[in-house]
């Protein structure tokens, strides 16, 4: 597969590294027939390395596109699941993660175009996608804004037959990319394109910037570059910046002895964008252990704020943000951890299982009980939510709360979670949604209108839920009702469901007291 001299560069991938891709694909110069037309394609999301054996990688993508053309058309879609590629011929194994334009080719054909094990030296060739690269440069240097980064240079030339509906055009191509030496990912790839018709007259220019950015590792710097560039000076003043920097907000550590008597030292770090937690082992006591990892997974995928305490392998807290409520979730069973992880991401007010100082503004009573099938509710009025109830929920919540919301609906109905509403003559009167986890749902956010309360909504959006958790396989749910809302506690008690623990909102700056924050 690989020609010219050995390998120059590159080393095989490891289970749990992410990373982020964004690319953005455009068309102008349009003459002739495609005279005045431009379009726009752009997508963006995640990828993890989930295993990685003598032959096989597996990774999941999660990838969201959008589409727009200056004659209106539009389109969005979104690549997720989860692929493998071979690790010697680097082709995949099934499906591909190429999108629409690949959906009817054989992916045994196709080469894994992030990531080259082996890079070869000036000259070799190596597959990706499908397409041939040959190494340009063995030792080149790629700008990521104003950092210079050591890189290999590949490149690809050459020309094909497109087909439209305007007919048949010929297309002369260049493709040039650049990949990480030191851990063989791709760092970013330009493709240009002009097309000139054959049988009609028009033509256009199509180009391709794709960019990759390393969540949990990183790439090397030339720091011969950045010398040569911005001087002397000029380095000692980004050094001095970065030490103040990283003294202020780089990880730090902190000396725990722990519950059996044995002292550790975790680091506290913030989690980069787009990175998660799925392959770390967590070991704190918490009733929200199952959905913490997914938690983490949604707050990055909206570039909320994430901190975590890492010992080796083992997490042991995190520390969420929500700006849209300007709170945080606190997830620690160590109560001098929490009050060093709260004060390193500077957060006032915060979500947590155990008491710690502050002004307690609410207690949350934490309720477990089990699913059943056939509770019986009003199948006329409650339903299962869909996207187009977006709206009609934001409009309700924020009128019940008092609060932006609208981040936190958004992500929730174009997730995984469960959602129902209960409408009456069109409108939404209320609303309740669950996170899944295999042995355990978690129901959240129950919501109803104030004129509809005490006619047994609640229960009926309750009971909708449970029974969609049974239907599932799922045999406990879990829930969190204030101390003050007796209503929605005996709804749950007369499920059988009982209290387990409790959990806080909590304020270290001034007092919210009466806040009509809720728990996301």
């Not at 190596?126 to 790629?142: F, G, I, K, T």
């Not at 570059?225 to 001087?231: E, L, Q, R």
């Not at 059988?496 to 409790?502: D, N, R």
Request: with cysteine.
């Amino acid at each position: 597969m690989l020609g010219g001299a050995a390998a120059s560069g590159g080393q095989a991938p490891h289970a749990g590294q992410r990373f982020s891709v964004h690319e953005v694909v455009t068309v102008d110069g349009g003459w002739g027939d495609y005279y005045d037309y431009s379009d726009r394609s752009e997508s963006s999301g995640t990828y993890e390395i989930l295993t990685v054996d003598t032959h096989q990688v597996r990774f999941r993508a999660n990838v969201k596109w959008t589409f727009s053309g200056s004659d209106g058309a539009t389109d969005s879609g979104r690549i997720r699941g989860v692929f493998t590629f071979d690790r010697v011929e680097r082709t995949y194994v099934g499906d591909n993660d190429l999108g629409e334009a690949y959906a009817g080719a054989n992916s045994s054909t196709l080469a894994v175009w992030f990531h080259i094990e082996h890079i070869p030296a000036l000259g070799g060739s190596v597959p990706s996608s499908d397409q041939q690269l040959s190494v340009a440069e063995p030792h080149a240097v790629v700008w990521r804004g104003a950092t210079p980064l050591e890189s290999t240079r590949l490149v690809d030339r050459g020309g094909f037959e497109r087909n439209d509906s305007y007919g048949t055009a010929y297309a002369t191509y260049s493709n040039t990319l650049y990949f990480d030496p030191h851990t063989g990912y791709l760092i970013t790839a330009d493709y240009s394109e002009d097309d000139e018709g054959i049988d009609f007259i028009g033509g256009f220019h199509l180009h391709t910037v794709t960019e990759i950015t390393p969540q949990s590792f990183g790439f090397q710097v030339s720091w011969w570059m950045v010398g040569a560039t911005y001087g002397l000076g000029l380095g000692v003043l980004f050094v001095v910046i970065g030490l103040v920097v990283h003294r202020r907000y780089g990880p730090r550590r902190v000396r725990l002895v722990t519950f059996d008597g044995t002292t550790v030292r975790p680091k506290l770090r913030r989690l980069g964008t787009g990175q998660g937690i799925h392959h770390l082992r967590l070991s704190f006591r918490s009733y929200y252990s199952p959905f913490v990892a997914e938690m983490v997974e949604r707050a990055a995928e909206a570039k909320e704020r994430v901190w975590i305490a890492l010992d080796g392998e083992a997490l042991r807290g995190v520390v969420i943000g929500d700006r849209e409520s300007r709170t945080v979730s606190l997830y620690a069973d160590d109560p001098r951890l929490a009050d060093e992880l709260l004060r390193y991401s500077r957060s006032r007010d915060f979500f947590s299982e155990i008491g710690l100082e502050g002004t307690r503004v609410e207690t949350y009573d934490l309720y477990v009980g089990g699913t059943r099938a056939r509770l019986g509710f009003d199948g006329q009025l409650v339903r299962p939510a869909t996207p187009k109830d977006g709206p009609a929920i934001v409009t309700l919540a924020k009128s019940v709360y008092g609060v932006a919301v609208q981040r936190w609906v958004d992500r929730t109905l174009t997730s995984d979670d469960l959602a129902f509403v209960a409408e009456y003559q069109g409108a939404i009167v209320g609303f309740g949604f669950c996170n899944i986890s295999p042995q355990l749902g978690r129901l959240y956010g129950l919501t109803v209108h104030p004129t509809w309360r005490n006619r047994g909504v609640g229960a009926d959006l309750v009971k909708a839920r449970i029974e969609a958790l049974a239907a599932l396989g799922i045999p406990q749910a879990l829930t969190e009702v204030a101390t003050w809302n007796t209503p929605s506690a005996r709804i749950y008690q007369q499920l059988g469901f009982t209290v387990a623990g409790q959990s806080f909102l909590t304020s270290r700056g001034q007092s919210r007291g009466g806040s009509p924050v809720f728990r996301r």
